[in-house]
């Protein structure tokens, strides 16, 4: 009678075994090369997972539209949101701090956009299909100079990457505190302008104040704004869509006077 053949080992059994008979520096070198690959991809996973918690999370609950107050826009371009105020009100007018003299069309909106952001990105990054992995990197690990980026409006449009928002006077008063102090100022109390540079006609880039990190992003700075204002926002929000979330889409279009 013929004997069954033997058992054969586990497939995890016969790799273990091939693994153990590669040389030694081949098994490090392998498992140094999944560590490099791991480390990042555990980095960014982390991040996210910690940025959707406390973004979902909360501050300012209370918060309501002001039945009469000062109408201010959140502005999105799908990746950056921008703090949207009226040029002129009765608690202040930006037209010191920004006015026509610095832009090459020599008109100002109604409106002003205000950006802050990772200076390289601004300044060497004007379309997003321009953005190296080297920059992007550096913007990420390395924390960077600021710039300010302020951009002339004359009528916001109704779209889904615009939320509006009504601020009592004395929430609007601490908003443009926040937005003054992303500005580097000058002697003079003026903010120090880049030069001649910018995008179009209608905007300008001064100097700004901090420093850009993972951390603090061009959106947790327009959300930390918009927290010390008093308005309901999540605890921490780097990315667009972790600030976006908690405002309502604008259904009409709102034009400046």
Known sequence: MTEPPPPQPALWQRIRGRWSALPAWLRWSVKGASAVVAAPVAMVSCYLLLAWGLSSSVVNEEFQDASDGVEIFLWSNGVHVDLVVPRRTDLFDWSAWCPASHVKGR????????????????????????????????????????????????????????????????????????????????????????????????????????????????????????????????????????????????EESGEGE
């Open 107 to 250: 008109m100002t909106g109604p409106w002003v956009a205000m950006g802050w952001g990772n200076r390289r990105i601004y300044l060497e990054v004007p379309e997003w299909e321009d953005l190296t992995l080297g920059v992007a990197l550096e913007s990420v690990f390395i924390p960077g100079a600021t710039v300010m980026h302020v951009s002339n409006v004359w009528d916001i449009q109704a779209a889904s990457r615009t939320r509006r928002i009504v601020l009592t006077r004395k929430q609007y008063r601490r908003l443009v505190e926040h937005i003054q102090s992303g500005f580097a100022l000058q002697p003079s109390g003026i903010p120090e302008r880049i030069g001649e540079f910018s995008y179009g006609d209608h905007d300008a880039f001064y100097e700004g104040n901090g420093k850009y990190s993972a951390f603090l992003t061009c959106n947790e700075w327009s959300a930390s704004g918009l927290r010390k204002a008093g308005v309901k926002v999540g605890r921490w929000t780097p990315l667009e869509s972790h600030l976006m979330k908690h405002f309502p889409a604008v």
